[in-house]
């Protein structure tokens, strides 16, 4: 999925030099626009890791395409991530003719884009084509038909593209800017694809590994900095989940804390909250145990930690302004690796009167930012270690949507679960080795937590 060292970091900074994170992001995205305005590759490719302001270079280079005359479309994954481009360019240019292309269902988009007058709706391509910019999701693409191509296209989250669903849409588009996260998890299939393990056209592939296969040639850029994560989050993520693409926090330590106006009353979920709060991350460990998936105990030490975050009156203080902002059940997620998980703690929550948190699993947390988040381990409690719950962007995600800290809850016993359970996927000819795998993640993510362990038994 990643180019060798040497191909990639064209757009970083010097080591040797301090760093400003503002500067280099600014290259970053300089390089970028220019190959994409001026480049003559038919693909211009951007990886980006957690908040590092894709979802902004998407919407910049979508307004310079459509102010230098290049009639664009914009393909993203899924309704709700066409529905906020849409808002975030009316945003930026109220001006702008935009088209909205949707499907037939009921609801087929957020009622919201009613209220911009700037903003044309329709089910038929034809009728939108002559606007700008016309954004819609890639199986909406994939049935357009008879229509010319339009000169530019901007594929976001181009890594959760299966490269099946980029041919289907292939012919409508002279070049693309393809922006997309390389860590988050892969695309989803709902069949099994071993029949075309290894093969140059793999459907399960994602678009950005084919696009890269077929053109190596083409343009690789990467955003250096995340604006997301501190800096006691951006080393670890980096470190376990982008080896070949490394970034950098945009904050520095002490630019940002976490603090509460009620003490700690010794309690297990209270320790690892002041343990995060000091350092970033907190793991509450519960005793080994092979467990059911929904484990009762590990669902209640969950509602536990974020019942007692709301009731200490946390406050949080950062760069975007001098002034603290109270740590509300808004801005705190649970993340789980499973729905049943996720169910079992919104009801949970709910019997301790906790309201407004969101509670998900990892799969729709991923683009999502939070300032706490509170995370239930993928292998918690399990007797085995299955490529699911080895998942590196599983884990990926659950680790790097938070803005002050994270905590994780598990069961003891996960490291020597791993070592218990090595891989035994079957190796593959043609089939480029995922890298990191989950098992060296997943150890690079434990080895770090055990530093910040509360040891709690219920």
């Excluded at 305005?37 to 310079?64: C, F, I, N, Y």
């Excluded at 999701?137 to 669903?165: G, L, N």
């Excluded at 988050?184 to 069949?191: E, G, R």
């Excluded at 467990?291 to 669902?299: G, Q, S």
Aim: with cysteine.
């Amino acid at each position: 999925m990643t180019a060798a060292p040497h191909q990639r970091g064209r757009s970083g900074t010097n080591s040797d030099a301090p760093f400003d994170p503002g500067a280099a992001a600014g290259r970053a995205t300089a390089a970028i626009l220019h190959d994409t305005l001026h480049g003559t590759a038919r693909g211009t490719v951007v990886d980006s890791p957690p908040g590092a302001g894709k979802s902004t270079l998407v919407v910049r280079a979508a307004l310079e395409l459509a102010e230098a005359g290049r009639p664009l479309m914009v393909i993203a994954q899924t309704n709700a991530q066409v529905d906020d481009l849409v808002l975030r360019l009316a945003e930026k240019n109220p001006e702008l003719p935009v088209g909205r292309l949707h499907s037939s269902d009921p609801d087929p988009y957020d009622k919201a884009l009613d209220d911009l007058v700037n903003v044309r709706t329709s089910t038929k391509a034809g009728d939108l084509a002559p606007l700008p910019v016309v954004i819609s999701t890639a199986a909406k693409w994939a049935h357009v038909k008879d229509i010319d191509p339009w000169q530019h296209a901007i594929v976001d989250e181009a890594y959760q593209m299966r490269s099946d669903a980029l041919l289907a849409v292939a012919g409508l588009f002279e070049r693309a800017l393809f922006v997309g996260d390389p860590g988050q998890l892969d695309p989803f299939a709902i069949v099994g694809a071993e029949q075309w393990a290894g093969l140059s056209y793999d459907p399960s592939a994602s678009a950005v590994t084919t696009l890269l296969a077929h053109n190596p040639e083409l343009p690789q850029h990467r955003l250096p900095v995340s604006w997301r994560l501190p800096a006691s989050a951006a080393p670890l993520v980096s470190g376990a989940f982008y080896p070949y693409t490394p970034f950098r926090s945009g904050t520095d330590h002490g630019d940002r804390s976490l603090g509460f106006t009620v003490a700690s009353d010794g309690s297990g979920p209270d320790r690892v909250i002041d343990e995060a709060a000091e350092s970033g991350w907190g793991l509450l460990e519960l005793p080994a145990a092979h467990t059911p998936r929904t484990d009762p105990e590990a669902v209640q030490a969950l509602a536990q930690v974020v019942r007692r975050l709301l009731d200490r009156g946390g406050v949080t203080l950062s760069e975007r302004g001098p002034d603290p902002s109270p740590l509300t059940a808004d801005r705190i997620a649970v993340g789980t690796a499973h729905r049943d998980q996720a169910a079992a703690v919104r009801s949970a929550l709910a019997e301790l009167g906790v309201t407004d948190v969101t509670v998900d699993t990892a799969n729709r947390l991923q683009g999502r930012e939070f300032d706490v988040t509170v995370v239930l381990h993928p292998l918690s409690g399990r007797p085995d270690a299955t490529a699911f719950h080895l998942e590196t962007g599983r884990l990926c995600v659950l680790a790097s949507r938070h803005r002050h800290a994270c905590i994780v809850v598990c069961r003891a016993g996960v490291p020597d679960l791993l070592d218990d359970h090595p891989s035994t996927e079957p190796v593959q000819l043609g089939v480029t080795v995922k890298f990191p795998d989950g098992w060296e993640a997943n150890h690079a993510v434990l080895a770090r937590l055990t530093e910040h362990r509360v040891a709690w038994t219920p």
